[in-house]
């Protein structure tokens, strides 16, 4: 579990070293020109775009209204997200998605304007990571930036010191995503740029190495399916950058390409989106499948992927948190999310975890690494893992399950699943037993959780645990968050809950009989809105008094869409107003 030794160190020294070479830089007057634009392949959101330039800004959680994101003034948020998200230069994704001429204005003008105040090595921009993501932006979108008359000496020399920077700085980026995405922008500053093709086989054979972060099947430490997409993503855009200017990537690049697909496949829901778990979301709308068809892989993978399982059938998909969380360094974004599963059918997500809470405030983030926020049993008031004390500005996740177990039979034309946690042992003398069944066709998902104390032991540790509450028995109760799209409503016996998707398709919940079943408020978080979404919640509670307690449960499909209904809606993308 994570110690504080196994914590980073105070990242001062590398933030001093960052912000010295970034002012030496500023200093220097590379000469360079552009000698080669790539194609465009960031691709952002037309929606976003427009909603920029009508004057309002929104990142990271934030809404601020300005026509110029550099004279905010005290109407900019004093949170390094929305620093990170506005310096990073992202949007400019979302202005070159319009292709209109006031949008490229707007590119033009934003860019020669960040130039113009923090160019020479000012301003909170100049880390690494934001370095490259910054100049992998402006070389990828360079048509429309480049200016007329001086100011394109302006901005050439501006693309040169920033190659220089990460070409001094990359190896003070964090290794995984935030390296590899310096080293990438290195590669296509290096490429792009006259004088500078000398830093490409250094930024090439480095990539390589940090490529090490992806471990042997495929996965990240973080457990981060967002990160590991993100990371597979700009691994594809160095290795075109590389192949076009007749480089060859390194084995070790091109073999990380290979040993991720796969995995990604597997955390793919029906609707093209990813799993929601350890700090992940839905990622960016289209990315996912334009990198799998770029990479070529037709690989899949067998068993667990980066610690998740996922089942298929029909037109549904399974997929389940089956692994212990991430430890140590990787547990910064973690979640207490043992056994928790989310469940697609078609284009519409139905059962879900409520997401990340990055960009909604302290308050959000804590609340959507909890057990509670997520489609599992949880005991009340205690996670399956816990948050350990605030070390430099982040909050760990510790004392979380050390085994988890896994085992699978099919039989019948039903695939079964039997897993457990050993999340509360310690505290509680109790295991956490989740089976979960899906038919071929995908129309009904059988479940049933259990609490139980196996050894002598755990019956004396949960023999305790009833004395310091002072009470006969314990708490606990099995939630299943819906997505804000499905309508539920429980039928007139209130044992049954029935679900409508939009397209007109229909499923039913039900369980055994044990237990008080309850539709709650619940929350979406989602990155690309202001606000979390409202929706609710199916939760069975019940009480374990003795050694065992268990609740059966069955989710089936009673109505398919019309069949003259095409279930092709476009997702909404703007924020709540």
């Not at 490429?191 to 972060?213: I, K, P, Q, T, W």
């Not at 990198?291 to 059938?313: F, P």
């Not at 078609?346 to 059962?351: A, D, L, T």
């Not at 409520?354 to 405030?361: D, L, P, R, T, V």
Request: hydrophobic residues 40%; aromatic residues 6%.
């Amino acid at each position: 579990m994570a110690h504080a030794s196994r914590q980073p160190r105070s990242l001062l020294p590398k933030a001093w070293g960052n912000r010295l070479q970034a002012r030496l830089i500023g200093l220097r007057r590379p000469r360079t020109v552009l000698q080669a634009e790539p194609e465009p392949r960031l691709i952002g959101s037309a929606a976003r775009g427009q909603q920029l330039l009508s004057g309002q800004i929104h990142l990271a959680g934030h809404l601020v209204e300005g026509l110029n994101p550099w004279t905010l003034g005290r109407a900019a948020p004093d949170d390094p997200a929305f620093n990170a998200a506005l310096h990073g230069f992202i949007w400019l994704d979302d202005l070159a998605a319009l292709a209109t001429r006031p949008a490229q204005i707007a590119m033009r003008d934003w860019t020669l304007g960040w130039i113009a105040r923090y160019g020479r090595g000012g301003g909170p921009g100049w880390t690494p990571e934001l370095a490259g993501r910054r100049l992998l932006r402006w070389v990828s979108h360079v048509a429309p930036l480049v200016p007329d008359g001086r100011a394109a000496e302006h901005f050439t020399r501006s693309l040169g010191r920033h190659t220089l920077f990460l070409a001094r700085r990359w190896p003070a980026a964090p290794q995984g995503l935030p390296r590899i995405e310096a080293l990438t922008a290195l590669i296509y500053g290096a490429l792009a740029l006259e004088g500078m093709e000398n830093h490409a086989a250094v930024a090439l054979a480095a990539l390589g190495r940090a490529c090490d972060v992806i471990d042997d099947d495929g996965g990240l430490p973080s457990r981060n399916p967002e990160e590991l997409l993100e990371v597979f993503y700009l691994l594809l855009l160095a290795a075109s950058a590389l192949s076009e200017a007749n480089y060859e990537p390194a084995d070790a690049h091109l073999a990380a390409i290979g040993r991720i697909a796969p995995v990604l496949r597997a955390l793919r829901h029906a609707d093209g989106g990813l799993v929601r778990m350890h700090g992940g979301g839905r990622g960016a709308e289209g990315r996912l499948d334009q990198a799998l068809s770029a990479a070529g892989v037709r690989a899949r993978t067998e068993g667990l992927a980066m610690g998740y399982l996922r089942l298929s059938g029909g037109r549904s998909t399974v997929i389940i948190d089956a692994a212990p969380p991430p430890v140590g360094v990787h547990a910064a974004h973690a979640h207490a999310s043992a056994l928790a599963f989310e469940l697609t059918s078609g284009r519409r997500p139905v059962i879900v975890s409520i997401g990340s809470g990055e960009g909604f405030g302290g308050d959000w983030r804590r609340a959507g690494r909890a057990t509670p926020s997520h489609s599992v049993l949880g005991l009340e008031g205690v996670s399956s893992a816990r948050l350990g004390p605030m070390n430099g500005g982040v909050e760990y996740l510790t004392d979380g399950p050390r085994e988890v177990s896994l085992q699978q039979e099919t039989a019948d034309d039903t695939r079964t699943v039997t897993l457990s946690h050993d999340g509360w042992r310690r505290t509680h003398g109790l295991i956490h037993v989740r089976q979960l069944s899906l038919s071929r066709d995908g129309r009904i998902l059988n479940g049933e959780d259990a609490l139980g104390a196996a050894t002598a032991a755990d019956r004396a540790a949960f023999t305790e645990a009833l004395r310091r509450t002072g009470r006969e028995g314990l708490r606990y109760s099995i939630r299943f968050h819906l997505h804000p799209d499905v309508s539920a409503e429980i039928d007139a016996g209130g044992m049954a809950v029935i679900l409508s998707l939009r397209g007109g398709e229909r499923w039913i919940f039900c369980h055994d009989g044990e237990g008080v079943m309850a539709l709650q408020p619940s929350v979406y978080l989602d990155k690309r809105r202001l606000a979390p979404r409202p929706t609710r919640q199916i939760v069975l509670s019940a009480t374990i008094a003795a050694d065992e307690s268990q609740i059966g449960w069955t989710l089936a499909k009673a109505q398919d869409r019309p069949p003259h209904i095409r279930d092709l809606e476009p997702d909404e993308l703007l924020a709540d107003a």
